[in-house]
């Protein structure tokens, strides 16, 4: 009797163990349960606020902007929930995040060396306020508005080497006061939606800070002429290795930086720069358009200075057909010199000015003092003015 009794309370203690194994195990499945609707939950809340920033916020007949999904220039005149207008094609994620990092960013001089960049100033100091008046000089007799010349544009290369040249360019424009600084250049690593980037960022620069002209951007974006890309600026040499000497010697103006993919064709190119021109007038803004532009590419000195003459010689012919068959042989960017050029015409500028023209080779062999044995890999440089 005692033996069963002992079975007995084994088994109601076994049973009762059981039992409460059993109501922590409803428990436990009830709470995953509700964890389970809790991360569900989340999931659709965070879904549906992605689709209603990328699936509804524009009507159908907005215009979808490029890269970043967003207007993000600076227009004092847009109200600011404008500002605020995402693109419905093109908003993910990634993109989102990237519109609050360059909102309120400033875009970097990333290639500006201190040392270097006053080095080319010092070694511009031969060229004084009095190049540019002799310029002019050159061509009173034949200009028949004769006290009127100005310079309208220019061309300068972008290659840091060259960083001389440069600031000899600069220095020789800067003996004119202009309210925009236009700087066409290519866009070298060919990315982008667009043929044509700019943005109305402004750039932090050592000299301080350079306002890009938010008014003729903006114009661009809306005409569908151009999209934005805020990493895609800073990070191309071609505008950025220019922007501490636009601020150095012409502290007053504004930039509208302009990248041009290489695949721009004949008719883009024209209207561009004709559009540009014509937003300076239109707007009575004394500007200058410069094409940030390096010549020859991967040639002995020799070679190059064969293809250099070539190239002069068609942008001083403004021979449009031949600059646009040009390849890496004569420039890196022939639509940026076309849509100078077209500029140029529709200013009324039709004298040419070469101010320099130079190697890499010829260049390190000044730095090092000694001739080298040549490269079979050089960049060739040209400085040049477009004037009335």
Same mark, same amino acid.
């Given at each position: 009797?005692?033996?069963?009794?002992?079975?007995?309370?084994?088994?109601?203690?076994?049973?009762?163990?059981?039992?409460?194994?059993?109501?922590?195990?409803?428990? @436990?499945?009830?709470?995953?349960?509700?964890?389970?609707?809790?991360?569900?939950?989340?999931? @659709? #809340?965070?879904?549906?606020?992605?689709?209603?920033?990328?699936?509804?916020?524009?009507?159908?007949?907005?215009?979808?902007?490029?890269?970043?999904?967003?207007?993000?220039?600076?227009?004092?005149?847009?109200?600011?929930?404008?500002?605020?207008?995402?693109?419905?094609?093109?908003?993910?994620?990634?993109?989102?995040?990237?519109?609050?990092?360059?909102?309120?960013?400033?875009?970097?001089?990333?290639?500006?060396?201190?040392?270097?960049?006053?080095?080319?100033?010092?070694?511009?100091? *031969?060229?004084?306020?009095? *190049?540019?008046?002799?310029?002019?000089?050159?061509?009173?007799?034949?200009?028949?508005?004769?006290?009127?010349?100005?310079?309208?544009?220019?061309?300068?290369?972008?290659?840091?080497?060259?960083?001389?040249?440069?600031?000899?360019?600069?220095?020789?424009?800067?003996?004119?006061?202009?309210?925009?600084?236009?700087?066409?250049?290519?866009?070298?690593?060919?990315?982008?939606?667009?043929?044509?980037?700019?943005?109305?960022?402004?750039?932090?620069?050592?000299?301080?800070?350079?306002?890009?002209?938010?008014?003729?951007?903006?114009?661009?974006?809306?005409?569908?002429?151009?999209?934005?890309?805020?990493?895609?600026?800073?990070?191309?040499?071609?505008?950025?290795?220019?922007?501490?000497?636009?601020?150095?010697?012409?502290?007053?103006?504004?930039?509208?930086?302009?990248?041009?993919?290489?695949?721009?064709?004949?008719?883009?190119?024209?209207?561009?720069?004709?559009?540009?021109?014509?937003?300076?007038?239109?707007?009575?803004?004394?500007?200058?358009?410069?094409?940030?532009?390096?010549?020859?590419?991967? #040639?002995?000195?020799?070679?190059?200075?064969?293809?250099?003459?070539?190239?002069?010689?068609?942008?001083?012919?403004?021979?449009?057909?031949?600059?646009?068959?040009?390849?890496?042989?004569?420039?890196?960017?022939?639509?940026?010199?076309?849509?100078?050029?077209?500029?140029?015409?529709?200013?009324?500028?039709?004298?040419?000015?070469?101010?320099?023209?130079?190697?890499?080779?010829?260049?390190?062999?000044?730095?090092?003092?000694?001739?080298?044995?040549?490269?079979?890999?050089?960049?060739?440089?040209?400085?040049?003015?477009?004037?009335?």
């Amino acid at each position: 009797m005692e033996s069963e009794e002992r079975m007995k309370h084994i088994n109601r203690k076994h049973i009762n163990h059981m039992k409460q194994k059993y109501i922590k195990y409803l428990k @436990c499945k009830k709470h995953i349960k509700y964890f389970i609707i809790v991360i569900i939950v989340i999931i @659709c #809340l965070c879904t549906g606020t992605l689709f209603l920033l990328s699936g509804t916020c524009h009507e159908p007949d907005k215009r979808p902007t490029e890269n970043n999904g967003l207007r993000t220039e600076n227009n004092p005149s847009q109200p600011e929930s404008d500002m605020w207008q995402i693109n419905t094609w093109q908003m993910n994620t990634l993109q989102i995040g990237h519109y609050l990092r360059s909102k309120n960013e400033m875009l970097q001089c990333r290639y500006y060396n201190e040392k270097e960049f006053f080095r080319s100033v010092e070694n511009s100091g *031969t060229v004084d306020d009095s *190049t540019a008046t002799a310029i002019m000089d050159t061509k009173m007799d034949a200009s028949p508005k004769n006290g009127n010349s100005m310079i309208y544009g220019g061309i300068v290369p972008h290659h840091l080497l060259a960083g001389d040249m440069i600031a000899s360019f600069f220095q020789t424009i800067a003996v004119e006061k202009y309210d925009v600084v236009v700087v066409l250049a290519p866009n070298h690593k060919g990315i982008g939606k667009k043929s044509i980037h700019t943005g109305a960022w402004s750039w932090q620069t050592p000299f301080g800070i350079l306002e890009a002209d938010s008014d003729i951007v903006n114009s661009l974006v809306d005409s569908k002429l151009a999209g934005t890309n805020f990493e895609l600026l800073e990070e191309d040499h071609s505008v950025s290795a220019l922007v501490p000497y636009i601020k150095y010697y012409l502290p007053d103006s504004k930039i509208v930086p302009i990248l041009l993919h290489g695949n721009l064709g004949m008719y883009e190119t024209q209207r561009l720069g004709q559009y540009i021109y014509g937003q300076l007038e239109n707007r009575h803004k004394k500007g200058i358009i410069i094409a940030s532009v390096d010549f020859s590419h991967y #040639l002995t000195l020799e070679e190059a200075n064969k293809m250099d003459e070539i190239s002069i010689k068609a942008i001083e012919n403004r021979d449009y057909d031949m600059i646009q068959l040009f390849d890496n042989d004569y420039m890196d960017s022939p639509p940026s010199v076309i849509t100078l050029l077209s500029a140029m015409d529709a200013a009324g500028a039709k004298y040419m000015k070469i101010l320099g023209h130079s190697n890499s080779d010829l260049i390190i062999d000044a730095i090092t003092g000694t001739k080298g044995p040549g490269s079979s890999e050089t960049t060739s440089y040209f400085t040049a003015i477009f004037y009335r």
